[in-house]
C-alpha cells in the first residue's frame, strides 16, 4: 500500500508539475548558433544589458527560413538572421514585417532593403579556413584550382549550397573567380563535380569545430571564423583568399511577421547596430555594417588589404534571382 500511495503522490506531483509554465525566453532568434560569427558573446552581452534571454538555435539560413514559413500562421521566431539571399526569400514568403533599428540610416543603401524589412548587421569575405596541422605536410592551398588536385583528396568541405547560405556564397565566387556570371553558373557546377570526384565533404550546417579538429582541414568559410581558430584555438590555422578571388557577403536580421515579443525584439535590433553592438562583431573578427572603423589591433590580425582587394561586392539581388537555376543544375548535375 505504501508503494502504491508513493507512486499515486509522484503521478499527482509530476501532473502538477506539467501544468506549470516553462520559463520562457525574452526573444527567439532562428539561426543564431554560438559557434557561427561568435553569437555566443553577442547573446551574453544582450542579456547583461538588456536582461534578455535568447537562447542558441543551431539552424542554417535555408532552415531558419523553412521553420519560419511551417510557422507562419503561429510565428514562434521574432528575429530570423540569414543570409542576405535567404533574407530577401524570406521577404518575398512573407514571413518578416518592416523594422529599422536605430542608426539603420547609417547603413549603406546595398546592406539593407529599403522597407526595413531586411538589414544588414555584419559582413564577411568568403575564402578558405585551412588547418594547416590536418594538412599532412602538403602546401596550403592558394588558388581555387588547387583544390581539385589529388593531394587534396578527401580533405575539402564546403556547405550544401542548396541549404546554407554560406554553401551558395562559395558556389558564386567560384563560379566569378572562374569565369562565370549570374547568367552562367557552369564554371561552379563543373568546379563542384570535380571536388565530388575529389571526395569532398560536404556538411549542411556550421562546421566550424569539425575544421578545429582536423576532420575536415580546408573549409570554404569566412574570414571571421578562421581568425577566430588562428587567434584563440590550439593549432595553426590559416585564412587564404583564393589567388583567382572571392566576394563579401552581408548578413541580415529581420524582425519575424507576427514576432510574438516584437518590442523586445526591436530593442534587440537596436542593439545589434549600436555603437557596441558593432564593436563586438568587430572583436569577432567581422566587418561592421555600419562605417566605423576596425580597431587598430583588430585589423593588425586581418590579411592585408592586398589580399582583400580580390574580394568583391557583388549584386546580391541578382543572385538571389539565379539561385534556383544554379541549385536545380547542382542537384542534377553535382549531388
Not at 88 to 101: D, F, S
Not at 166 to 182: E, I, K, T
Not at 218 to 234: G, H, P, Q, V, W
Request: charged residues 20%; neutral net charge; hydrophobic residues 40%.
Amino acid at each position: 500500500m505504501r508503494l502504491v500511495r508513493l507512486m499515486t503522490a509522484l503521478c499527482a506531483l509530476s501532473a502538477f508539475a506539467s501544468l506549470q509554465p516553462a520559463k520562457a525566453a525574452d526573444v527567439i532568434c532562428y539561426n543564431c548558433p554560438p559557434q557561427w560569427a561568435d553569437w555566443a558573446t553577442m547573446l551574453k552581452q544582450v542579456k547583461a544589458d538588456l536582461g534578455y534571454d535568447i537562447p542558441f538555435d543551431n539552424k542554417n539560413s535555408g532552415q531558419a527560413l523553412s521553420q519560419l514559413i511551417a510557422e507562419k500562421s503561429n510565428p514562434v521566431a521574432d528575429i530570423g538572421y540569414f543570409g542576405v539571399n535567404f533574407g530577401m526569400k524570406a521577404k518575398a514568403q512573407g514571413v518578416t514585417q518592416p523594422y529599422k533599428p536605430a542608426k539603420w540610416d547609417e547603413v549603406p543603401a546595398g546592406l539593407k532593403d529599403p522597407d526595413g524589412e531586411w538589414t544588414a548587421i555584419h559582413s564577411g569575405t568568403l575564402g578558405l579556413f585551412v588547418n594547416v596541422d590536418a594538412l599532412g605536410g602538403k602546401p596550403v592551398p592558394a588558388c581555387w584550382r588547387d583544390l581539385e588536385k589529388p593531394d587534396y583528396k578527401g580533405m575539402v568541405g564546403y556547405l550544401d549550397p542548396p541549404s546554407a547560405a554560406v554553401g551558395y556564397v562559395g558556389a558564386v565566387a567560384v563560379n566569378l573567380a572562374l569565369g562565370g556570371s549570374d547568367q552562367d553558373f557552369s564554371p561552379a557546377v563543373l568546379f563542384f563535380k570535380k571536388l565530388h570526384d575529389n571526395e569532398a565533404i560536404v556538411p549542411k550546417q556550421t562546421s566550424y569545430a569539425r575544421v578545429v579538429s582536423g576532420e575536415i582541414p580546408i573549409l570554404f568559410d569566412y574570414d571571421f571564423n578562421a581568425y577566430r581558430a588562428k587567434y584563440t584555438e590550439k593549432g595553426n590555422f590559416a585564412f587564404v583568399i583564393p589567388c583567382e578571388g572571392s566576394v563579401v557577403f552581408p548578413y541580415v536580421v529581420s524582425l519575424t511577421k507576427g514576432a510574438p515579443n516584437a518590442d523586445k525584439a526591436k530593442k534587440v535590433m537596436d542593439y545589434l547596430l549600436s555603437d557596441k553592438g558593432q564593436a563586438i562583431w568587430t572583436n569577432a573578427y567581422l566587418r561592421p555594417a555600419r562605417p566605423i572603423a576596425l580597431p587598430p589591433e583588430v585589423k593588425a590580425k586581418f590579411l592585408p588589404d592586398s589580399d582583400y582587394a580580390r574580394a568583391k561586392n557583388v549584386d546580391w539581388a541578382k543572385m538571389e534571382a539565379a539561385q534556383k537555376a544554379f541549385t536545380d543544375r547542382y542537384l542534377a548535375e553535382v549531388r
